[in-house]
């Protein structure tokens, strides 16, 4: 499922791959559109990368310091999260079912985190907005060098 317009292709993978019925395509000098009838728009919102991160780094169990440190690492220290940041965006993410408390271990008084279910369809969904963003500009910079 690919779009010709403007002679930049868009494929269509994100709705394939997410059974939507959303295309995207590219307008010319209207950039991407966007025809939804089955998201909702609240949930297909940019994450920021902050969270985006904290996500990742939570495929693993790992606890609060831990995560600043992966993120830190993962980053070569370009992203440092603050502990008043990184434990409200927990908070956050553990409301909204993005990630859950694993068992306690009784030696530890470390509280360890892991992405669900419905937290790894969100890193996908914004892995797949990422990958459609960056596709876009490639095919904009190789038209605008031709």
């Not at 297909?44 to 992966?70: D, N, W």
């Not at 409200?88 to 509280?111: C, F, Q, Y």
Request: no cysteine; aromatic share 8%; proline share 1%.
């Amino acid at each position: 499922m690919a779009r010709e317009y403007a002679q930049v292709p868009i494929i269509d993978y994100y709705v394939i791959r997410n059974n939507l019925s959303t295309n995207f395509w590219y307008s010319g000098r209207g950039g991407v559109k966007e025809g939804r009838d089955m998201v909702d728009e609240s949930e297909q919102s940019a994450l920021t990368e902050g969270v985006y991160l904290i996500l990742l780094s939570m495929l693993r169990p790992r606890h609060g310091y831990s995560v600043m440190q992966y993120i830190g690492k993962l980053t070569k220290g370009r992203v440092v999260l603050g502990a008043g940041t990184l434990y409200g965006a927990i908070n956050t993410l553990a409301d909204k079912e993005w990630i859950r408390s694993v068992a306690e271990n009784k030696n530890s008084r470390k509280k360890e985190y892991v992405i669900t279910d419905l937290g790894m369809a969100m890193l996908k969904d914004d892995m797949a907005r990422m990958e459609e963003l960056l596709f876009i500009a490639k095919a904009e910079l190789e038209n605008a060098q031709s």
